[in-house]
């Protein structure tokens, strides 16, 4: 099964901002951890390194939804403090810009953690 459809598919139910944002989340994800596998889990964009989670996003009706697991959120607690935050998860607005550049760090610490 090609994993790359199954998030093809997630995409492709957004629209405007909401598939543009989802669709920025994937190319971070994949330049930034080209080696990871994509899936779709929880409902959710997925990307594993070395079969363990790396982190996951989704869409939502005013955000975007981030999924470091914990660890990528305790490591970046100061700069993701502006936004709503649970228990390993982090809304980006879409009234907002897309933090790229926190994104990307995020992904590079968690990548680095898993061995990749």
Known sequence: MDKSKD??????KFEGIRRERLEKMREI??????EAV????????????????LVYFGGFPNHIGFYATPDGNTAFSAELSQYKQGKGS??????????????????RFKKQQLGG
Do not use: H, R
Not at 7 to 12: E, L, N, T
Not at 38 to 53: D, H, I, M, R, T
């Open 7 to 12: 998030v093809d598919a997630y995409i492709a």
């Open 38 to 53: 994509e899936s779709v889990s929880y409902g959710l964009a997925g990307y594993k390194l070395n079969g363990k989670p």
């Open 90 to 107: 982090v809304q980006f607005p879409l009234d907002q810009p897309l933090p790229v550049d926190l994104i990307t760090n995020i992904v």
């Open 29 to 34: 994800i994949t330049t930034t951890a080209p």
